[in-house]
């Protein structure tokens, strides 16, 4: 695991915030159901052979899936 140099400002899974960013190449096990500090991670693969994490709070996500359900937002 490492974390990238370049990360971008918003995730490009979601198009949200995120908390922290990571990159893997090797196995990988994720379980949120009792997280205390994130709710969601995105995953987006990426042409270094690597996958990349955005891991989001509960925060970033309740406001992300409030969003999603009040319909597409202007900003």
């Given at each position: 695991?490492?974390?990238?140099?370049?990360?971008?400002?918003?995730?490009?899974?979601?198009?949200?915030?995120?908390?922290?960013?990571s990159?893997?190449?090797?196995?990988?096990?994720?379980?949120?159901?009792?997280?205390?500090?994130?709710?969601?991670?995105?995953?987006?693969?990426?042409?270094?052979?690597?996958?990349?994490?955005?891991?989001?709070?509960?925060?970033?996500?309740?406001?992300?899936?409030?969003?999603?359900?009040?319909?597409?937002?202007?900003?």
């Amino acid at each position: 695991m490492e974390v990238p140099a370049d990360p971008p400002d918003a995730c490009p899974v979601c198009d949200r915030a995120y908390d922290s960013v990571s990159a893997h190449d090797a196995g990988i096990m994720v379980n949120l159901l009792d997280n205390q500090r994130y709710q969601r991670v995105c995953f987006e693969p990426r042409p270094e052979e690597r996958l990349w994490f955005f891991h989001h709070t509960h925060a970033q996500a309740t406001v992300a899936d409030a969003e999603r359900a009040d319909g597409p937002t202007t900003d």
